[in-house]
């Protein structure tokens, strides 16, 4: 916990999205001098807001920052900044932190996506439904190459995980100045990234909502990777074009796309569920 100089106990509101802060994190907060509540709806959070001095969490925080005359500091569990009230928070001079303590499931579970397709457990699954055996595959060539784009805490713990697979990984980001992250055996800007699509049999996307990543992934970037790739989507829906996306896989093209994120949601459209 950052510490804050006051002459009275800190008052925590803690609100951490799908997940609540365990008995021990509380008395842990509490051991270290503050006063903490705990927000398990959005009535619980606009009651505590008017003492609150510390948001820890983001769950109910567009709600309860107009009703926080207190509040000086948000530490947000946010996967990204782009849902966030960062202009009211900014205006107020309300200091903004961020932890993404769920980084090294997001990598697992996005690792495990691509390996679910690679090994083509999908048809296996049909297969087993209909009791039918059939022991032939169309497998995809071995993963040499992943490209990561997004090199923050998810992505890089997922290429420390490609990284125990021999793969080699490529990280993606905005702007390259020189320096090394150990999880990744090269590093590129994005404005290299059109020229390293085509030698990626893994693309994984761990990026923020943007207007430069917004719709990037269009049909015909889709198209610059190799027809055996997979497309493996963890970060913001709206950094694919769903519809390119359904037409190119309705093509024949690419190897698989495995999306924990579209930019349609709740509603995908008939086309990318099929």
């Given at each position: ?5 006051v ?41 505590a ?47 903004l ?24 457990l999908?048809?296996?699954?049909t ?25 923050g805490?998810i ?25 090394s ?39 015909e ?18 950094a ?35």
């Amino acid at each position: 916990m950052t510490a804050i100089s006051v002459s009275k106990p800190v008052r925590v509101l803690a609100m951490y999205g799908i997940f609540e802060p365990s008995d021990a994190h509380i008395a842990r907060m509490r051991s270290l001098g503050g006063e903490i509540m705990v927000a398990k709806s959005e009535a619980d959070a606009l009651a505590a807001a008017p003492s609150a001095d510390v948001i820890f969490g983001h769950r109910y925080l567009r709600q309860t920052v107009p009703h926080a005359p207190q509040l000086r500091w948000v530490q947000t569990t946010a996967g990204g900044v782009d849902r966030l009230p960062c202009e009211a928070l900014h205006a107020r001079g309300i200091v903004l932190t961020r932890t993404t303590h769920t980084a090294p499931v997001i990598a697992r579970h996005a690792h495990t996506l691509a390996w679910t397709l690679q090994r083509q457990l999908p048809e296996a699954f049909t297969r087993q439904r209909l009791a039918r055996w059939d022991p032939a595959f169309d497998w995809l060539p071995a993963p040499r190459r992943a490209g990561v784009f997004g090199t923050g805490n998810i992505g890089r713990a997922i290429g420390a995980l490609l990284q125990r697979d021999s793969i080699a990984t490529i990280g993606i980001k905005r702007t390259v100045t020189g320096e090394s992250l150990p999880e990744f055996t090269e590093l590129h800007p994005f404005t290299a990234a059109r020229d390293l699509l085509p030698t990626l049999d893994w693309c994984f996307l761990a990026l923020p909502h943007t207007p430069e990543t917004n719709g990037w992934f269009c049909e015909e970037t889709l198209r610059l990777l190799p027809s055996h790739a997979l497309l493996v989507n963890v970060g913001r829906g709206q950094a694919v074009d769903s519809a390119a996306l359904a037409r190119v896989l309705q093509s024949g093209y690419l190897g698989g796309a495995a999306l924990d994120v579209v930019d349609t949601e709740p509603r995908p459209s008939p086309e990318l569920w099929a």
